[in-house]
């Protein structure tokens, strides 16, 4: 489902990990099929050249997944750097075994992939004693090896888009263990670029008490009181201070009036408050 905050075409979009990974997907999936991506190595890459607006128009990064939680690093980048979230985007993880055209299940010595998806897939891998898992960095960067391998003997465990970029045949589809796997996807815009979105449902806010006995109890009834649902509640250590804590605050609300009245309280309540981002809610699908 593409986002009502799609934007127009010529739109190159930086992404962690390489062409026909999730987060292309998650690209695709929010602004449009035909988007161009910008594979980079590492998040604070992505975040980098979002921030420069010279090689990418925006980012795409992972935040947070539900098996395995927050990627806390990545809510740093987001206090660290002028970008805005302007979306998101919440993707079924589903994982295939992948090899080329013609190969059959017993023809297969190795499996080659990200450790993560091997562990994923782990109930599945373990039908097969004789595979030997071979740990790559990125599940669509294994596919790719495979493809230029020509091998016979060999597989990978990735996504469909990586089959469809690197013209290999899903052997064997949906292999991941748990079934109810999702990541959650922020789309990201610098700050000079990021226009308001209509219809905005939902924020990231960053705030911080003074720590005395009750104080984020107090912020949490403020929000609450205003009817906004909290959906999600992390704290992240202030740098420079003992053990004294910010908290990063999903939220979901019915119009943008009653998102603004609270946070009017909220700023009063607290000792300071950022907001990362007003957007639409992505919903699972």
Request: contains cysteine; glycine residues 6%; neutral net charge.
């Amino acid at each position: 489902m593409t986002s009502e905050t799609q934007v127009k075409s010529g739109n190159r979009i930086a992404i962690q990990g390489y062409e026909g990974s999730f987060h292309q997907e998650a690209a695709r999936r929010f602004f449009g099929k035909e988007t161009e991506v910008l594979p980079c190595d590492t998040f604070r890459q992505v975040v980098s050249l979002t921030t420069q607006r010279k090689e990418a128009t925006g980012g795409i990064m992972a935040i947070e997944n539900s098996i395995a939680g927050s990627i806390l690093p990545n809510y740093s980048l987001l206090q660290k750097n002028p970008v805005v979230i302007v979306g998101e985007v919440y993707l079924h993880i589903k994982q295939q075994l992948l090899v080329n055209p013609g190969v059959q299940l017993e023809d297969i010595k190795e499996v080659h992939s990200h450790p993560m998806a091997l562990l994923q897939c782990m109930d599945f891998l373990e039908k097969h004693p004789h595979f030997k898992l071979i740990e790559s960095e990125d599940t669509a960067l294994s596919a790719k090896h495979l493809h230029l391998r020509k091998s016979k003997h060999q597989a990978a465990i990735a996504g469909k888009l990586a089959a469809e970029l690197y013209n290999l045949e899903v052997l064997v589809p949906n292999i991941h263990t748990m079934k109810n796997n999702y990541t959650r996807f922020l789309v990201l815009k610098h700050q000079k670029d990021a226009a308001e979105v209509e219809a905005a449902d939902k924020a990231s806010v960053k705030f911080h008490t003074d720590h005395s006995r009750g104080s984020l109890a107090k912020a949490l009834a403020i929000i609450a009181d205003a009817g906004v649902n909290l959906s999600k509640l992390q704290s992240m250590p202030i740098p420079g201070t003992d053990f004294k804590y910010s908290f990063h605050a999903d939220m979901e609300f019915d119009d943008r009036n009653q998102f603004d009245k609270m946070m009017a309280k909220l700023a009063k309540a607290t000792e300071e408050v950022t907001v990362f981002g007003i957007y639409k809610n992505g919903k699972t699908i």
